[in-house]
């Protein structure tokens, strides 16, 4: 049997502007979330090349680019998409319910 994750509110949809990065933490750890598409993603807020803040760069559509060399990363899955970044981000498992954005420590 497999124990359930736990999930802990972080934010509200109405709170991630589609447009801008929205920060949060848990764990003592920085998180980017994203609201496009009409779906909240996840991603760890610093970038694996340069250690900025990927809410301080922009996105469009599903990537967000960093603010300090332009490297690129694909929001979905962490995936790096332009140099100079190369190492990919974690990405986290995101609940919604009601207009709250949840995420489970256990990810952290």
Same mark, same amino acid.
């Given at each position: 049997?497999t ?7 972080v934010?509200? *949809? +109405? +709170? $991630?502007d589609?447009? *801008?990065?929205? &920060?949060?933490? &848990? ?5 980017a &979330? ?7 993603? =996840? ?5 694996s090349h340069?250690? =900025?803040?990927?809410? %301080?760069? %922009? ?9 300090r060399?332009g490297?690129?990363?694909? $929001? ?8 100079p =970044? $190369?190492?990919p981000? +974690?990405?986290? =498992? *995101?609940?919604? %319910? ?7 420590p256990?990810d952290?």
């Amino acid at each position: 049997m497999t124990a359930s994750k736990t999930w802990v509110k972080v934010a509200r *949809v +109405d +709170d $991630i502007d589609p447009s *801008v990065p929205y &920060l949060v933490e &848990l764990n003592n750890r920085a998180v980017a &979330l994203y609201h496009t598409h009409g779906i909240v993603y =996840a991603t760890d807020d610093t970038c694996s090349h340069a250690e =900025a803040s990927l809410c %301080e760069g %922009e996105y469009r559509g599903y990537i967000v680019t960093c603010p300090r060399h332009g490297g690129q990363f694909d $929001i979905r899955n962490g995936q790096a998409v332009k140099m100079p =970044a $190369i190492a990919p981000i +974690d990405v986290f =498992a *995101v609940r919604v %319910e009601d207009g709250d954005v949840f995420l489970s420590p256990e990810d952290m």
